[in-house]
């Protein structure tokens, strides 16, 4: 039976395989969701909270393939610090796709009420934040920590961004509190693509762990 389980290292590669299939379909979550919320799009929406289980369901494979490898092999050194890192941020990609749901959510209650001024800052945001996962990813497979640190900076963009769009969402609630209602729902999405940031803040500090055996959370950088 042990004669056929496949080798240390072709495990170690479905392992980054399955790691960048769950954060692709992160991102791609981000894009629809932010989609239906900017074009009130109800159908794009539901594919998103739709998606949601086959990225949960990639999470549970992500955790068996970790515990099997970790049983089986006994990795030490720089491959221990690679499974750990997956084990680590799996949950912080599948937590970005939880945001991806709840965006698509307060655009499905915005699309039961009359559209709200076009807000530009909400598209930018969640571009800023998409980038962040995508060059979080790309940091991951070229195990690159400066890349990584590189993502980690970008989050004060994103920070300053909601910051301004939480202002005029302010601004539109005293105008006329008609929008409130609205202008709420706005400011929980945009405070979700934050998150996201946040999120892939945390992937990074992790990536640097895993490259340099170095911990920088909590603002050790």
């Known amino acids: 039976m042990e004669q056929n389980q496949p080798p240390f290292g ?3 590669e479905q392992l980054s395989g399955l790691l960048l299939r769950i954060g ?3 991102e791609q979550a981000i894009g629809l969701a932010v989609t239906a919320l900017v074009d009130r799009d ?3 929406a539901d594919q998103v909270i739709r998606g949601d289980a086959e990225i949960d369901s990639l999470e549970l494979e992500i955790d068996s393939l970790c515990m099997e490898i970790l049983a089986r092999h006994q990795p030490m050194a720089r491959d221990l610090r690679l499974i750990t890192t997956v084990i680590k941020i799996t949950p912080d990609l599948e937590r970005i796709a939880d945001y991806a749901v709840n965006i698509s959510q307060r655009a499905l209650e915005l699309n039961e009420e009359g559209p709200l001024k076009a807000l530009i800052d909400i598209p930018l945001m969640a571009r ?4 962040m996962v995508r060059d979080a990813l790309d940091a991951f497979v070229r195990e690159d920590a400066d890349a990584a640190r590189a993502v980690i900076l970008m989050d004060d963009e994103l920070d300053r961004r909601l910051e301004q769009t939480f202002r005029l969402l302010l601004s539109h609630m005293i105008e006329d509190p008609t929008t409130i209602s609205r202008c709420l729902r706005m400011m929980f999405a945009a405070k979700s693509i934050e998150r996201i940031g946040d999120q892939a803040t945390n992937v990074c500090e992790q990536i640097v762990y895993m490259c340099e ?6 603002g050790r950088f």
């Open 24 to 26: 692709g379909r992160c």
């Open 42 to 44: 109800s159908g794009v």
């Open 128 to 131: 800023h934040a998409q980038k």
């Open 10 to 12: 072709d495990q170690l």
């Open 213 to 218: 055996a170095r911990v920088i959370k909590h």
